[in-house]
């Protein structure tokens, strides 16, 4: 692997997620990307973040092959204890707004540790789009930023429609039975869009809502950096991306990374070794259950990583699924389960016990492809999304927060690729959505899933379009250095 070697001379890029796992983890897989094609990239990870990564996963041994990446660690500013999910996730970004922002600008100025003489200086940064004061610290030291937008390229351009949605009175939301009217703010969306599939952040009273402040106002000023970089590709989201070009023309669609990375690894050895982002320890033995399993019998069940279960919710999906006679695989995160997580009704037992199998984290991208499972019950978070997509995994959406409203309408209604329970938790409505998708309706699912999976692919193929986009991104980069 010659070309990954550090060269003297190499541009040298700066990464900076935000602090949550899937932010993280799709930046890491670009992270490799950049590497791959002989990118210098240090990697700046919260130190919380970086114990776990340390913890979990076998990512130092996974970048010892190429000697320009190293990570870096910075605080988030929140206490050790500080549950970083479920709607608390907010505070993280009035944390690092006080305490991360400051510390970032010394870390970066001639002198801080990012740029102190023992590597090649930092030539381009590539941070987080909900992290713009990165913006001002780059301006400063005269050095390209790109940002990262993890979420769709359509809720990107639903937040970017906030200022048009307050103007026409749509926001903030008045009444809770308007939650089925069409949207005209949203260009290129009206003839689906409902208010109810707006990003979870502006189903707000009050307009001066923390989280609602920040995504309208980090989204307008994304105009400000040199590039916007988003996970998506051409044939799943061109009209959001049509419109987003219009106001931020230098826009590049790379995704699915995961995929994308895939396909790269493979160009340069037969068999890459499978890797994990995981901040928790994934449980491998369910690929052993799986095994036992006939092709597309089982329905994978998981919320990702900080979508918080209340009781009387999980209670009526347990219903759901044991009533569906239909086999299981449920991820349930540990302390994801807000209140009294005792006295399960004995049949929830006894059916998990014939036809289920839990586990606390799952190797999720390695259960997708795997032949038995059939059907994914998510909570649409983007990355979830597109690795069900890649796997040809059809789904039934139940979003909890974030993009994940739009992205499930879009899964429904849309792209035709699953049902979208958004907003209803009732346990026949469960058990008859999975017998649907399991079986009865399988058969109108299986056109646009199969073809949706092909498009993907081939966007990541040599001459696709996000295989494309990513040489003009590694191509800017480097440019940048001269
Ligand atoms: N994930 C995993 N194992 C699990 C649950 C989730 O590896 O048991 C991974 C999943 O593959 C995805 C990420 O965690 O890459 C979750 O990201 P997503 O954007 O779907 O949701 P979020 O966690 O940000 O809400």
Known sequence: MEDTLSQSNSPHVLIFPFPVQGHVSCMLKLAELLCLSGVDVTFLNSDIIHRRLLRYTDVVSRFSCYPGFRFETISDGLPTDHPRSGNRVVDIFDSIKMVTKPMFRDMLLPGGCLNCGTRPPVTSVIADGIMCFTIDVAKEMGIPVFLFRTVSASCFWAFYCIPKLIESGDLPIKEDDEMDRLLNGVTGMENYLRLRDLPSFCRVSDLSDQGF??????????????????????????????????????????????????????????????????????????????????????????????????????????????????????????????????????????????????????????????????????????????????????????????????????????????????????????????????????????????????????????????????????????????
């Open 213 to 482: 402040q920040v995504v309208m106002s980090e989204t307008q000023e994304t105009y400000r950096a040199n590039g916007l970089i988003l996970n998506t590709f051409e044939d799943l989201e061109e009209s959001a991306l049509t419109q987003i070009r219009k106001h931020i023309p230098n826009l590049y669609a790379i995704g699915p990374l995961h995929a994308n990375l895939k396909s790269r690894l493979e160009a340069h050895m037969s068999s890459p070794p499978r890797s994990s982002d995981s901040l928790w320890e994934e449980d491998r033995t369910c690929m052993t259950w799986l095994d036992e399993q006939a092709p597309k019998s089982v329905i994978y069940v998981s919320f990702g990583s900080m979508t918080m279960l209340n009781r009387e919710d999980l209670i009526e999906l347990w219903y759901g699924l044991v009533n569906s006679n239909k086999k299981f695989l449920w991820v349930i995160r540990p302390n994801s389960v807000a209140g009294d997580g005792r006295n399960i009704p004995a049949h929830l037992l006894e059916g998990t016990m014939k036809r289920g199998y839990m586990v606390r984290w799952a190797p999720q991208e390695d259960v997708l492809a795997h032949q038995a499972v059939g059907g994914f019950l998510t909570h649409s978070g983007w990355n979830s999304t597109l690795e069900s997509i890649v796997a040809a995994v059809p789904m039934i959406c139940w979003p909890y927060y974030a993009d994940q409203q739009v992205n499930s309408r879009l899964v429904g209604e849309v792209w035709k690729l699953g049902f979208d329970m958004k907003d209803i938790c009732d346990r026949v409505i469960v058990e008859n959505v999975i017998k649907d998708l399991m079986d009865r309706k399988r058969d109108e699912l299986t056109r646009p899933v199969d073809r949706m999976m092909k498009l993907a692919t081939r966007s990541v193929a040599e001459g696709g379009t996000s295989y494309t986009s990513l040489n003009r991104l590694i191509e800017d980069i480097k440019t940048s250095t001269k």
